[in-house]
């Protein structure tokens, strides 16, 4: 068959409407009757206006025509397929694919340049960049704004605004172009410009379905049909349309790739964020503070356990401490005898045994006096508690044996006698009123333990301090090296059944470092756990903090997503948008958070506080931001995606 005019008319309609009834409210809401079953046929190429007084259903009928809105009865046939059977993101294909919106309040996003408008519809059907850009330009210069392309909506004049929909109309190709009062708002002269454009689109064989209360602006068209009260009245002008193109009904399910555009996404996002960038930042605290909290706290728990790891090599993890000293003494300070000393070296698992006689004396050295700590020791002293000498040397068994008055001083005594001497080797001291030699001096322990004062003391021959500086010869505490760390236990268990078996009392104490060490980091743990949930909770709070602020932006952006939506957004597109917002607003909390973070470890580490960073807090509180701001956006995001088109739309 040939494709004659006639042969067109004849063909299947482009449009098909068929006892078309819409009612709005209904339930407990009073119900009104807007369209009263009509039924109407356009074909491809048509220029037809649809003309009525306002209120007569005129937007109505267009928003059903649009596929923005659903009949509440009658059919729809578009290019010979019924509409009802269309899922929500066929509709999409087809608002985004076939149609091509213009407004009379124009609808663009007020926060994008009319370039990005323009692009909206082409990024919704996956064009790329490059090409959307072009094609963009192309029909912006060709609408005479060439030179307004990066301007945002509020610096054009409302006919370069109206050029701009139409530009975004014509952006996936137009087949049918559907305007609604498209000159409603426009003087006369911007008017003229518009219907002029629209009269060349249907030459050029755009269908286009004109909206107007004007029946001048009616007249324009070529067909003009009538409506009041729901109802057709009249129906003009109807004769064989021009050649043009029908619909390729060919519906590509494109899926729903989270799109080579997350760019764009995060770009626009970033726009957004940026224009409320006050509120954001309040919303933030609760992210930056938390992320910020767990990274210094886990940094310094990281630190100090390191710090009491060195302690424990410091005092030695090996060793039993026994003070003479119980619950239940007799004579306190003296309950250990030599005969236990020797008992207690026949128990297998203790490697040495080093009695301990202590207590405060007054030093003096020339003419200074100083109150300190003595130590009557051992001389494995130094090996046992890997505490060796910076100077000189340590006194010898022999020493022990022969009652030799010599003396090794701690650091800080060291200088608190003689301040002018580096190496007091050699110096003689009155301890009490008996001279010693000092034949040595400790290396710092405090500066390993971080207290400087166990450099405070003297130590000496355990013999020489019983009999010659304290008149006992019982040990005041003894210090008991365990062979092998892991029998510590054992040989405490051990070491106290064989006192008790002696004493019938417990007129000792034991401890083992390795224990108090051990409660030491458990006391760290608990504080750990807590610091943990308090950045917890800050998270949660962060979270709820970007859920609330995408709800207000879902609220203030109502009709964007409605114009979204006119222009072909799926659900899934303005799920995807919004979730991006969120994300992109948590994960800028994460950054400033993980900033915050390492500048207040790095002013601990001034103060001398204990802290190693941890990659993995770091990028844990970092995920966890993220992740935050993935589940709390989804309500918001959710709630967007699902808003009706029309109502959306509608929102003022
Ligand atoms: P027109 O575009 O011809 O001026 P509309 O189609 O916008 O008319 O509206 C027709 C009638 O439907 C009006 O009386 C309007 O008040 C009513 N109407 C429109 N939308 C709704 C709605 N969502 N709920 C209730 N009534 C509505
Ligand atoms: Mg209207």
Known sequence: MSAGAADIAHSPPLISLAGIRKHYGGGDKPKVDILHGLSLDIHAGEFVAIVGSSGSGKSTLMNILGCLDKPSAGSYHFAGRDIAEFDSDELAWLRREAFGFVFQGYHLIATESAQENVEIPALYSGVPEAERAARAQALLERLGLGERMQNRPN???????????????????GRIILADEP????????????????????????????????????ARAQRVIEIRDGLIISDQGKRPAKSGPGFDMHYRAEPARWRGDML??????????????????????????GVASVIVMLAIGLGTKQRVVEKLGAFGSNLLYMSSIGESSRIPGRSITLADLEAIRDIPQIAHVLPNVTGNKVVRYGNTDVQTYIRGTGAEMPRIQSWPTRYGEFFSEEDDRNMATVAVLGQKVAHNLMPDIENPVGQTILIGN??????????????????????????????????????QREPTYTIMQVADMKDIFAAEKAV?????????????????????????????DTMRLMLALIAAISLIVGGIGVMNVMLMTVRERTREIGIRMATGARQSDILHQFLTEAVLVSTVGGVTGVVLGLGIGAALIFWD??????????????????????????????????LDPVVALANE
């Not at 764009?264 to 503070?289: D, K, Q, S, Y």
């Not at 001279?435 to 355990?462: N, R, W």
């Not at 083992?512 to 980091?521: G, P, Q, R, T």
């Not at 204990?610 to 709630?639: D, E, H, K, N, Y």
């Open 609 to 642: 506080v204990p802290v190693i960073f941890s990659l993995t807090a770091i990028a844990g509180a970092f995920g966890c931001s993220v992740v935050t701001g993935l589940i709390f956006g989804f309500m918001p995001a959710r709630q967007a995606a699902r």
């Open 155 to 173: 610096q054009l004049s409302g006919g370069q605004q109206q050029r701009v929909s139409i530009a975004r109309a014509l952006m996936n190709g």
């Open 183 to 218: 000159t409603g708002a426009l003087d006369s002269r911007s008017g003229e410009e518009v219907m002029q454009l629209l009269a060349e689109l249907a030459d050029k064989g755009h269908t286009i379905i004109l909206i107007t209360h004007d029946r001048e602006v009616a």
């Open 264 to 289: 764009e996404a995060c770009r626009a996002a970033w726009r957004v964020m940026w224009i409320n960038r006050f509120r954001t930042a309040l919303t933030l605290l609760g992210i930056i503070i």
């Open 496 to 524: 106290d059944e064989l006192l008790f078996a002696r004493h019938r009392i417990r007129d000792y104490g034991m401890r083992n470092a390795a224990a108090s060490i051990a409660a030491e980091a458990e006391t760290q």
């Open 434 to 471: 008996v001279p010693f030699q000092v034949i040595g001096m400790l290396s710092s322990k405090g500066a390993l333990t971080g207290d400087k004062d166990e450099d405070d003391l003297i130590m000496i021959p355990f013999t020489t301090a019983g009999t010659r500086v304290f008149g």
